[in-house]
């Protein structure tokens, strides 16, 4: 690791409604990636801001979408679930009924802990060979929900939280189709934003439009990320070159 100079960088970025700052400096590998763990509660904005990363190159690897790969029909994954939990959770079509498991998990302690001990495990493995495929100069992106939860914090160069007020998560939720009490018993589940906000290197608040936070995480990444990258038209002129 080499000491990354953000010294002479700003400590905080804005694009319309959408703010960041940087909380703590942090060093970047000189021959791997940059490995960025995202993260935020539920409704936060964080597969958006995943996405806008992935639309600058990084390599992504998104918790939420592996968790559903590794319970896909016929899956050794899914055959643990249904062991543990009957084929109630199945839908008769023989794929895991997401409302059931939902219903289960977010109502009961245990259960959710038995749940992710089972599946933790079969994701991180699959998120691993995917980032590890990120090029030396590129940024490896993990998003997932229960980083803190599950103590990766750690295992980043860089932590990046996403947030947004409470009411303004709910209502964006709920136009999403997902109900409010349904968003609740999920963020009782989850840390505090205050946990989190404090293993964070940098945080984002995804109060703004979605324009706002995409054009920050271009800001983020010319200013704390890849600084040292020349922009987007110079590299286009020297491939042409
Ligand atoms: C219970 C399941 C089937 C519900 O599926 P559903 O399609 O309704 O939600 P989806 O998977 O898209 O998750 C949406 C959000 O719910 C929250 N959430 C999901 N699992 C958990 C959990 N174990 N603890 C706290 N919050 C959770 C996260 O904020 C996540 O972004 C699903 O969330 C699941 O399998 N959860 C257990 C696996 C897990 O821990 N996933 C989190 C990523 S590591
Ligand atoms: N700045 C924004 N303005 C308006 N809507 C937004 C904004 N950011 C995100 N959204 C919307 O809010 C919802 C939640 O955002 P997103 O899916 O990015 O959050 P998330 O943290 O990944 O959520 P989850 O925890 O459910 O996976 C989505 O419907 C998304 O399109």
Known sequence: MSPYDLDSAPRSLEEGGARARLLRPFDRPRSRALRIGLTGGIGSGKSTVSSALEGIGATLADADRIAREVVERGSGGLQRLVDRFGHGILLSSGELDRAALAAIIFADREAREEVEGILHPLIAERAAAILARAPEDGLAVYDVPLLVEAGLAGRFDAVIVVGAPVDLRIERLEARGIPRDDALRRMAAQSADADREALAHILVDNSGTREDVIGLVEAIDRSWLRPSR????????????
């Open 230 to 241: 020349p922009p987007a038209g110079d590299r286009a002129r020297k491939r042409l070159r």
